[in-house]
């Protein structure tokens, strides 16, 4: 089975507010899925953007679950969600 497909990169249009309520909405979905038991950790990913250690190209994917480049060769960071 072959792995996760990197998405292609792209300008960032998407907004502060709209990070911010993507962030809220994973937050979210991590606990309603079982992946997400701790309040410090849940607190530390409402307070930390993602969007922001994310390169710039690869922005709007910031809470997607999909895995995104890093410098590096042939780095990648994770999904949001991880396994348990």
Not at 57 to 81: F, K, M, N
């Amino acid at each position: 089975m072959p792995g996760w497909i990197i998405p292609p990169p792209k300008e960032p249009v998407k907004s502060r507010e709209e990070f911010r309520k993507e962030r809220e909405q994973k937050v979210k979905w991590l606990e309603k899925n079982g992946y997400l038991f701790s309040w410090r950790i849940r607190d530390a990913m409402l307070k930390v953007q993602r969007e922001e250690c994310i390169p710039f190209l690869y922005r709007d994917y910031a809470y997607q679950e999909v895995p995104l480049p890093l410098p590096g060769e042939e780095s990648t960071i994770s999904c949001p969600r991880s396994s348990r």
